[in-house]
């Protein structure tokens, strides 16, 4: 089987070695540059463990598929960094505002084809299900995205509303990889189920640790500076569920409408919000949510054959992308 290990080299040599056309400069160099910064390529790892618990080598036909999932999710980036006008990514400026908006947008739009290219080199046996797979993994997470931008104009959201939105805009792309990989290797459709469901329930509660390191986590560990969900009033996890428990919305509404231009603001603002998480539970709430989830995951792996070296391989790829939250 092939080990964890050489799936995480596997993954750093397909970055590394990654290729996209020099001329023009001005529409590829962004998609070089956005690569080039990083990230935890959450979406190739998965697709490629999936894949190792019934697959042999790791040949072009699940390499460059698997890097086609991190090429769409680069993409999403590049453009909610313009509809959200967000400056930084991973600490780096943002395509638009090193370069411009039309820059962004086409770039944009160019890795979005181009993750199509790297999807069309699965094996032929499967060519037709995962175009088709992948394609539908793409219109979901568009309609997060505009669900997420129909809640900057709502005064807040319910629960059901907020956990779909994830869903959609976050989710099915990890429920698509880890999907993607087993169907590639050859693994029955109801074990390629199965593993769908184990990818979403795992961006679930990717999403809500997210959420709940942006108010508690470590900066110098989580990569961004702590408070900013807070700060640009975004709708997340923890004031949803503030929102469903408190008695006085009115407090809650008016700490989320300070104002936060300098240092000190931002600072009182942001622990005015989580005083009030504090007096509702909600940190303790977000925990829980978190393993709820994760272990619901862990249910849907388990047709791998719970106990098993493949089952293992899931839990401990859960752990991983959960740790930080422990």
Known sequence: MITEAK???????????????????????????????????????????AYALFGGELS????????????????????????????????????????????????????????????????????????ALFSSMAAQVCEGQQLDTDFEKMESVSGEEYMKMIGLKTAVLIAASAKLGAMIAGADE???????????????????????????????????????????????????????KTSDRAALLKALSLPAETTDEKLYKIQTVKDIYESLGIEEDAKYEILRLNSLALSHAEAVGKGSVRYEMLRRFADKLLGRTR
Not at 100 to 120: E, K, P
């Open 190 to 244: 109801a074990t390629c189920n199965a593993l769908y469901r184990y990818g979403y329930d795992l961006g679930l509660a990717f999403q809500v640790a997210d959420d709940y390191l942006d108010a508690y986590g470590d900066s110098k560990v989580f990569g961004k500076p702590i408070g900013g969900d807070i700060i640009n009033n975004k709708k997340c996890w923890l004031t949803v569920k503030a929102f469903e």
């Open 7 to 49: 799936i995480d080299e596997a993954v750093r040599q397909l970055f590394d070695k990654i290729e996209f056309p020099d001329e023009p400069a001005g529409l590829y160099d962004p998609l070089k540059y956005m690569i080039a910064i990083g990230g935890k390529r959450i979406r190739p790892k998965l697709c490629l463990t």
């Open 60 to 131: 072009p036909e699940i390499l460059e598929p698997a890097a086609g999932l991190e090429v769409f999710h680069t993409f999403t980036l590049i453009h909610d960094d313009i509809m959200d006008r967000s400056p930084l990514r991973r600490g780096s400026e943002t395509v638009w505002k090193k370069w411009d908006y039309d820059t962004a947008i086409l770039s944009g739009d160019v890795m979005c084809i181009d993750s199509y290219r790297r999807i069309a080199m699965a094996p032929k046996a499967v060519l037709g299900k995962a175009l």
